[in-house]
């Protein structure tokens, strides 16, 4: 029911009666009047004031703030635009922060906006984040069909700006971003600040720091009539909006006695499985070592039975997604730092007015489960979690240190403290021990969410449809500042997992998926774990083989340190090629020949043949794994092979790989 229908209810006072009767049962059941109102005219009363207030605010300035994220970079960045967009304007301007998925009937909101703010993040290869993959592929159809002329640019009314979040070691450095700005420019739409460019690589706090300056700048001068002025100017701005803003906190109660145990929820339910939102509660078959007792390092074979949950499968080459659980060593350091035992049974709940934060846990949860599976522990805090621990410092110097760290005079020192030294938030609140946040301060403002962590399924959906195989490398690394052995929380978890144990679960699904046509020639490239998905291809390519069918030519390069120590699946491998449904085996040991020997000298070596497969019709070239060295190496490895074998020029060899890529023939799953 929106503004003018309970107005209308309200209008006339001969049937006020039945009238108000009407719209108190429908609020009620939209939870904006409380249960057990009887007194009709006081209704009536409440329910004018709850329209003039809608009314109120919607006659107001609003700002959209819509962000597309995938470790929580993007909403972390989103959240603290629009609290100090708040501080700067008051109760005079209208911020509304959104994740994307959640913006829902944008196809007829969006060109209604009068200012919208992207904040989106580049995956994988130039790909959008989950959240933001339906608004993305829509706007991209609406820019082609503008741009192609079957449409006119119909978002002129629309102020916009973009911040896109990416890592330049990336062939496709904030692709997203990038292509976000030239469809609203094509929309017709005006920009209001330069689109922002942040680098992960770098120091992409900084970059956001510059493009949200220069944001203010332009909301201050030329565009200060979308914010209703200038700033400062806005009703309840002012001096006290001048104070910097405080941290976001829950009202958090702790439950004590018998109630306690009764009404403590389970972390997950198991769900549908179609979305991190929806996880389902999976049952682990299997573990499995592949690297040898002479490796020194560590990488597990994990099965992953799904059976269980009706309507989920996956197709071979898709992503599952794992919602990872701290080890119990952490969450025991956690809880110590926070003062409470484990078994401490708690309820979190959203404060009036407070935006922009995760819905809090439904229900009661044991303070052992919430750290387990919602608090980013390991990761190195970020300046607003340094902000917010500062607040609750009891220690005058711990606060000020803090305080300064948090804020743009103490950026050197954070860099070297935090981000350089690559301290955990809880080697930070070590450091720290009279920062004792309250715990809706810590889930809301101190510790973020815990990702989900994806991984390359490792196993055919024909050959096992109620089956995820996941091939996962173990991180164990010694940081060098401070010596502490990092542990990676999923790989971690999945490595001591056991028969029988369960994960939360989700399926991704990807563009990696092997070529209609049985005929047509395959390469593929996956050192290490990159090996992962085209074990389901080799499997999907025995079930086809068994059934006697004709394949085309296939060739795989894989790449390890050395043979006897980490050759994954190398018995599976060789099984593969003797049935034919492998045609070539190529492995590079990096580390058992005098020099360095990977993927890229394998395919240079063999590049009669490879530009002889690329040649064919219907050919595919894959490659999986390291985004930052081994996929530029093999693209490069790539457009000499083509340029030399092909008899092209340098800019012409490109050229052609260029095409071959946009034809949707050279496929990368990249990290």
Same mark, same amino acid.
């Not at 009666?17 to 009620?28: D, F, P, Y």
């Not at 605010?57 to 962000?67: A, F, G, H, N, T």
């Given at each position: 029911?929106d503004?003018s229908?309970?107005?209308m209810?309200l209008?006339?006072p001969?049937?006020?009666?039945s009238?108000?009767t009407?719209?108190?049962e *429908? ?11 009887a007194d009709?005219?006081g209704a009536?009363?409440k329910? +004018?004031?709850q329209?003039?207030?809608v009314?109120?605010?919607d ?8 962000y ?18 708040? @501080? ?11 994740d994307?998925e959640?913006y829902? #009937? ?8 009068q200012?919208?703010?992207f904040?989106?993040a ?13 608004f993305y592929?829509w ?8 741009e192609g002329?079957e449409?006119?640019p119909?978002?002129q009314?629309?102020?916009y700006g973009v911040?896109?979040l ?5 062939e496709?450095?904030?692709a997203?971003g990038?292509?976000?700005?030239r469809?609203?420019?094509?929309? #017709?739409a005006?920009a209001?600040?330069?689109?922002g ?11 956001f ?5 220069e ?5 201050g ?16 701005a ?12 829950y009202?958090?109660?702790?439950i ?22 929806s996880p ?5 078959t ?7 007792s002479?490796s020194?390092?560590s ?11 009706k ?5 071979t ?10 080890s119990?060593?952490v ?9 409470l035992?484990?078994?401490? *049974? ?8 407070v935006?922009?934060l995760a ?7 044991a303070?052992r ?49 935090v ?10 609140m ?9 715990l ?9 969410r815990?990702?989900? @962590? ?8 024909? @050959?096992h449809?109620g ?5 996962c ?13 990092h ?11 056991k ?7 989700f399926?991704?699904h990807?563009h ?13 490239v996956g ?8 074990r389901?291809?080799?499997?999907e390519?025995q079930?086809l ?5 004709e ?6 390069f ?7 120590h980490d050759?994954?699946?190398e ?8 049935s ?15 020099s360095?020997?990977?993927v890229?000298h ?8 490879v530009w002889?497969?690329?040649?064919k ?11 930052k060295a081994?996929? +530029?190496?093999?693209?490069?490895a ?7 074998h ?10 052609w790989?260029?095409h071959f890529?946009e034809?949707? +023939?050279y496929?990368?799953d990249?990290?």
């Amino acid at each position: 029911m929106d503004n003018s229908e309970v107005v209308m209810l309200l209008e006339e006072p001969a049937e006020l009666s039945s009238k108000v009767t009407e719209a108190i049962e *429908v609020l009620k059941q939209h939870g904006a009047l409380p249960e057990g109102e009887a007194d009709e005219k006081g209704a009536a009363h409440k329910l +004018r004031v709850q329209v003039e207030a809608v009314e109120e605010q919607d006659s107001k300035p609003v700002v959209r703030i819509l962000y597309g994220t995938q470790t929580g970079t993007a909403e972390r960045f989103s959240k603290a635009l629009g609290n100090e967009l708040r @501080r700067k304007y008051g109760s005079g301007v209208v911020v509304e922060v959104t994740d994307i998925e959640n913006y829902k #009937g944008w196809e007829q909101r969006l060109s209604k906006e009068q200012l919208v703010l992207f904040l989106m993040a580049t995956y994988g290869d130039g790909e959008p984040t989950d959240n933001a993959a339906d608004f993305y592929s829509w706007i991209c159809a609406e820019g082609e069909a503008v741009e192609g002329g079957e449409k006119e640019p119909y978002m002129q009314g629309v102020s916009y700006g973009v911040f896109g979040l990416g890592n330049k070691q990336y062939e496709h450095f904030n692709a997203v971003g990038k292509r976000m700005e030239r469809v609203m420019g094509a929309l #017709g739409a005006t920009a209001v600040v330069r689109r922002g460019d942040g680098d992960d690589d770098d120091c992409i706090d900084d970059d956001f720091e510059k493009w949200s300056a220069e944001l203010y700048e332009a909301l201050g001068g030329a565009h200060a009539h979308l914010v209703g002025g200038a700033a400062g100017v806005g009703e309840g701005a002012g001096e006290a909006a001048a104070a910097p803003a405080a941290s976001a906190e829950y009202l958090s109660e702790i439950i004590e006695g018998p109630i306690a145990k009764s009404a403590m929820a389970a972390p997950f339910r198991s769900g549908t499985g179609a979305s991190a939102s929806s996880p389902h509660l999976a049952t682990v078959t299997a573990v499995r070592e592949l690297h040898t007792s002479a490796s020194g390092r560590s990488c597990v074979h994990v099965e992953i039975d799904i059976s269980g949950a009706k309507g989920l499968s996956y197709i071979t080459g898709d992503h599952v997604g794992v919602l990872p659980r701290n080890s119990e060593v952490v969450i025991a350091e956690a809880a110590e730092l926070l003062g409470l035992p484990l078994d401490t *049974v708690f309820k979190l709940t959203a404060k009036d007015g407070v935006s922009g934060l995760a819905e809090p846990f439904s229900s009661p949860i044991a303070l052992r489960d919430a750290l387990a599976c919602f608090a980013d522990l390991l990761s190195s805090p970020h300046k607003e979690s340094l902000a917010a621990l500062a607040a609750c410092a009891t220690d005058d110097a711990e606060k000020a240190r803090l305080s300064r760290m948090a804020g743009a005079e103490g950026k050197a020192e954070y860099q070297e403290f935090v981000v350089k030294a690559q301290r955990s938030l809880l080697e930070v609140m070590r450091d720290f021990p009279s920062a004792k946040p309250t715990l809706g301060l810590f889930f809301a403002s101190v510790a973020p969410r815990l990702q989900p @962590r994806f991984y390359s399924i490792s196993s055919s959906a024909t @050959r096992h449809p109620g089956s995820v195989h996941v091939t996962c490398s173990v991180v164990r690394d010694v940081m060098p500042a401070t010596g502490r052995v990092h542990h990676g929380v999923c790989s971690g978890w999945l490595a001591a997992a056991k028969a029988g144990d369960q994960l939360p679960v989700f399926i991704r699904h990807s563009h990696f998926r092997l070529p209609e046509d049985e005929h047509a020639p395959i390469i593929m490239v996956g050192p290490g774990t990159g090996l992962a998905p085209f074990r389901g291809f080799l499997q999907e390519r025995q079930c086809l083989v068994d059934d006697a069918a004709e394949l085309g030519p296939s060739v795989l390069f894989f790449g390890c340190r050395s043979r006897a120590h980490d050759f994954l699946y190398e018995a599976e491998l060789s099984d593969f090629v003797e049935s034919g449904a492998l045609g070539q085996l190529h492995v590079a040991f990096s580390r058992d020949g005098p020099s360095k020997d990977y993927v890229q000298h394998h395919i240079a070596r063999e590049g009669a043949r490879v530009w002889e497969l690329l040649r064919k019709p219907g050919a595919c070239l894959y490659v999986c794994g390291d985004a930052k060295a081994m996929a +530029r190496d093999v693209h490069r490895a790539l457009i000499e092979v083509v340029g030399q074998h092909g008899g092209m020029g340098g800019a012409a060899a490109e050229a052609w790989v260029k095409h071959f890529t946009e034809s949707g +023939r050279y496929m990368r799953d990249v990290w």
